[in-house]
């Protein structure tokens, strides 16, 4: 197996094979001053990096003895092979690589005439042990694989451009041996996260993500890449000062809107790119991500907005129009909600790989966490639906199950009426994650109306508006509602299922549509509509992501929480810097650190441990595949 070591724009160590031959490759400018941009380079950079691997291809098969120059329009390569024996690449001594003189200026000024960076012998090696190489290896796959921006900073680096860097992880894990996650349509998903950091020459950094569950997290990574790109060399005051353009401008590139438009691995791969962006907005203003939006004026979120296709349900005025109506009072429920917490519900009870016992005992530990709103998953098997739908009603309905000195709630009260509230006020949900036709949906739910639900998710097809809307006309007369988002695609699905009056709850998915700015607008749609925003958080990441939707639907657009619940699913939250809380009376806490932007990175030991497929979990599985 060959391992290659990117440890600079231009400098290129590649260690070959078992014998630790070792080629150094250097990159340099060859046109005079003309260079321009660090775009024009990146751009270029692609194609070098492919010139590279052709060349320790080539040098696998037989060894360059001499010096080797390939010399192209904009830049010329030059490698040579090494005699570096194992002794020096295992002890901690170092590579040095001076760059030439003046190449740093002639690249745009990012790196000082004469810089020059060492890089550690030892953390080379950690760099080559995430590298692997094989013959026939994706160019894709090594490149992604690329140190973070870091050891590629020039030790005399002047922090005063924007350019920008990205590098993006497959993060899986592998709750399909756990059950957790599962519902009648995915039955073994794996909580997988398409991670993106964007870099800018000074330490300010964003992150974002995608959800997916396994497989295909890796196609979302290319998209993210392919995505980012648009972003080098932009300058970051210029794409936070107008957040609407920006992602204007992200969705509207041409080539890659063919595979969209707006949907599918193309928009949800926008959707990490742009909460990146104002992960990284959030952070460069030192608020949380809600804080910075609610502190934002009305023509502020309107501009930060995505409008293109839904002004014939909302206009920019009538938005504008209805955020100043709220502005005055923010300030108080802001207040509110730091005291109260926002309402919360909880799936994690009730995942349909899950025994009745483990149903029976997690319920029960819901209830004394505080919390009065509980989803299961439905749709796989209709009398088991109604067997676990009594048992977790025979526990929420219980007083004897409620926390000490906690009363029930009137389940008549204004934040429980038409919720089919149980004697303690509790209210259970079903989700039966698409897998119906129309028909089936309506009498199967029916068949459910015993246990009383307040609504039914996603009943059907995702892009099925009209067929939405024929299930609630169908169910009003039981009470039972309905719900759905979390797959739909974009704010014009969203549209459609308000104007063709199609739900009862709006489940907005932080990542599927494609980040704040189209958030923004299906916000304020429902606020038009005066239908719920609930959003979606089953999975990784989400619920630290959706908490700040809440608080700025609450505090800056509808203004209103008291019958809305976010979702709550207890997963995975060690695994990021700033998880989400939830206080003794199950309500979200607010987020209120000033460097968590959208609280959405993660801890570098947890993706070390599980990057796809060579973090050190997903290598130990291997290993004992292998072995098996
Ligand atoms: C695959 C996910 O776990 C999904 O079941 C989540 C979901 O539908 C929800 O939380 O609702």
């Not at 900073?153 to 899986?172: F, G, M, Y």
């Not at 990490?272 to 990284?280: E, I, Q, S, T």
Request: hydrophobic share 40%; aromatic share 8%.
């Amino acid at each position: 197996m060959a391992k290659v070591l990117i440890p600079l724009d231009d400098t290129v160590v590649v260690c070959l094979g078992e014998e630790k031959r070792v080629v150094q490759i250097t990159c340099k400018s060859e046109r005079p001053n003309d260079i321009g941009t660090i775009t024009t380079y990146y751009l270029v950079r692609h194609e070098i990096s492919e010139l590279i691997l052709r060349l320790a291809m080539a040098h696998m098969r037989s060894p360059i003895s001499s010096p080797l120059r390939i010399e192209a329009d904009l830049y010329s390569i030059q490698a040579s092979g090494l005699s570096l024996d194992s002794a020096d690449l295992e002890a901690d001594n170092e590579f040095t690589v001076k760059e030439d003189s003046d190449f740093g200026e002639r690249r745009g000024g990012i790196e000082a005439p004469g810089s020059s960076f060492t890089l550690p012998g030892r953390a080379a090696w950690r760099y080559l042990d995430r590298c692997p190489l094989e013959v026939g290896n994706s160019l894709t796959e090594w490149h992604r694989r690329l140190p973070a921006t870091k050891p590629m900073v020039s030790s005399n680096q002047r922090a005063t451009t924007n350019k920008r860097l990205t590098a993006w992880e497959d993060i899986r894990f592998p709750t399909s041996l756990s059950g957790d996650g599962t519902d009648a349509m995915n039955t073994d998903c794996d909580y997988s996260s398409a991670y993106v950091k964007l870099y800018t020459d000074s330490d300010l950094t964003g992150y974002g993500m995608t959800f997916t569950i396994g497989r295909g997290n890796d196609i979302v990574c290319k998209a993210i890449e392919e995505l980012a790109k648009r972003l080098i060399g932009k300058d970051v005051e210029e794409i936070f000062a107008n957040m609407g353009n920006t992602w204007d401008y992200l969705s509207s590139d041409s080539q890659l809107r063919w595979i969209g438009p707006e949907k599918g691995v193309i928009h949800i791969a926008l959707g990490a790119v742009d909460n990146a962006l104002w992960d990284m907005y959030a952070r460069s203003r030192n608020k949380p991500l809600w804080k910075l939006v609610v502190d934002m004026t009305p023509e502020e979120i309107v501009n930060a907005t995505a409008f293109r296709y839904i002004t014939d349900a909302i206009t920019r005025e009538e938005a504008l129009a209805m955020l100043k109506e709220k502005a005055a009072t923010r300030a108080e429920r802001e207040a509110k909600v730091r005291e109260l917490g926002y309402p919360a519900y909880v799936t994690s009870a009730g995942w349909l790989g899950y025994s009745d016992e483990k149903v029976a005992r997690l319920t029960r530990e819901a209830v004394e966490a505080g919390f009065n709103h509980f989803k299961m998953k439905v749709g796989a098997d209709r009398d088991s639906d109604l067997r676990r739908g009594k048992i977790i009603r025979s526990i929420i309905d219980d007083p004897q199950y409620l926390p000490p000195g906690l009363k029930p709630r009137d389940p008549n009260g204004p934040d429980l009426v038409g919720k089919n509230a149980g004697p303690t006020g509790s209210v259970l949900m079903i989700d039966a994650n698409q897998v119906w036709d129309v028909p089936q949906a309506i009498e199967y739910v029916k068949s459910l109306a015993e246990i009383k639900p307040w609504f039914i998710e996603e009943p059907t097809a995702p892009d099925d508006i009209l067929g939405h809307a024929a299930i609630r006309k169908a169910l009003k007369p039981y009470d039972i509602g309905v719900a759905t988002g979390e797959h739909a695609h974009n704010r014009m699905v969203f549209k459609q299922l308000l104007q063709a009056e199609a739900i009862d709850v709006c489940q907005i998915d932080s990542c599927r549509l494609a980040g704040v700015s189209e958030v923004l607008s299906v916000l304020l749609m429902a606020a038009k509509f005066g239908v719920p925003v609930c959003p979606h958080a089953g999975g990784v990441g989400l619920c630290e992501y959706v908490i700040h939707l809440s608080l700025i639907d609450y505090i800056a657009v509808s203004g209103t929480m008291e019958r809305n619940v976010l979702e709550f699913v207890d997963h995975l939250h060690e695994h990021f810097l700033y998880p989400c809380s939830i206080n003794k009376n199950g309500r979200y806490n607010v987020p209120s650190n000033a460097k968590e932007g959208y609280s959405i990175e993660m801890h570098e030991s947890s993706i070390a441990e599980y990057e796809f497929p060579n973090g050190s979990y997903w290598k130990s599985v291997r290993g004992a595949n292998t072995a098996a």
